[in-house]
């Protein structure tokens, strides 16, 4: 059974800085599909980013350059390193994992952590 624990939200001003961490148990994360969503009030759930177990990954356009994804092997963890934060990153960041490859398609991941909340002040 897996099991995703987000951590390292947190408030900040534009232009700071957050790094997100996923505990991952049950399961070696490097054979899993993984992704970072996002979801703002009032919004849809979106696709930040995501990695597959080759290690090939992909990032929604509107992070592209300022956010970076990476496993922390170690740790047994998935990492969203977040830079250059704008308000419009406001929202709740969820982890997602999959034993298929799955890209932003919200329904085909079967593992979903709680959520850790990500503010980004102007």
């Known amino acids: 059974q897996v099991h995703l624990v987000e951590s390292g939200g947190g408030s900040v001003q534009a232009g700071g800085s957050l790094r997100l961490s996923c505990a991952v148990f049950?399961?070696?994360?490097?054979?899993?599909?993984m992704a970072w969503f996002r979801q703002a009030p009032g919004k849809e759930r979106e696709g930040v980013a995501n990695?597959?177990?080759?290690?090939?990954?992909t990032y929604a356009d509107s992070v592209k350059g300022r956010f970076t994804i990476s496993r922390d092997y170690p740790e047994t963890s998935l990492i969203l390193q977040m830079n250059r934060l704008k308000p419009e990153d406001t929202a709740m960041y969820y982890c997602?994992?999959?034993?298929?490859?799955?890209?932003?398609?919200?329904?085909?991941?079967?593992?979903w952590g709680q959520g850790t909340q990500v503010t980004v002040s102007s």
């Open positions: 049950g399961v070696t994360p490097s054979n899993l599909y």
């Open positions: 997602a994992a999959a034993w298929r490859q799955c890209d932003f398609l919200r329904d085909c991941y079967t593992n």
């Open positions: 990695i597959h177990s080759d290690g090939s990954i």
